[in-house]
């Protein structure tokens, strides 16, 4: 499953990250909602946006899109090499690898979205998912 992770610059130069295409209509509509010429975002409107190149962009500055695998590279190498490093000796087959793998993406969805969204700085989150995930010693 590729997991996708949407950026939206707003006009006023805030930074909102989300998971879904469905919060990102949501939160480019409520926050042009005070300006009555403006036609509301559909879903249909943000797949012409994100995946057919469409460029005109309404209500905001851009929005983007990245494979979450890309978007975290750095932390899914530190997470596979520590599962690589593992002292009890265990090997891990390819597919398992990945399974974990997924299953820390989600983890640090929750953690980076959230922190990134609250204006925390990239520093400071890197710290926080590097103790949380145990990634330094």
């Known amino acids: ?66 494979n979450a695998r890309e978007f975290y590279k750095d932390y899914i190498e530190n997470y596979t090499t520590k599962i690589h490093n593992n002292t009890n000796g265990k090997v891990y087959h390819p597919q398992s690898i990945k399974r974990l793998q997924n299953h820390f993406i989600e983890f640090i969805n929750m953690e980076i979205l959230i922190a990134k969204n609250s204006g925390e700085t990239d520093d400071n989150i890197k710290q926080h998912i590097n103790k949380v995930a145990m990634l330094t010693c």
């Open 1 to 66: 499953m590729i997991r996708t992770i949407f950026k939206i610059t707003f006009t006023d130069n805030t930074i909102y990250f989300t998971t879904d295409r469905n919060d990102v209509v949501n939160k480019i509509n409520d926050f042009n909602k005070d300006d009555v010429r403006f036609k509301k975002y559909t879903i249909g409107t943000i797949n012409g946006v994100l995946y057919n190149k469409q460029k005109k962009v309404r209500g905001v500055k851009d929005v983007e899109r990245f």
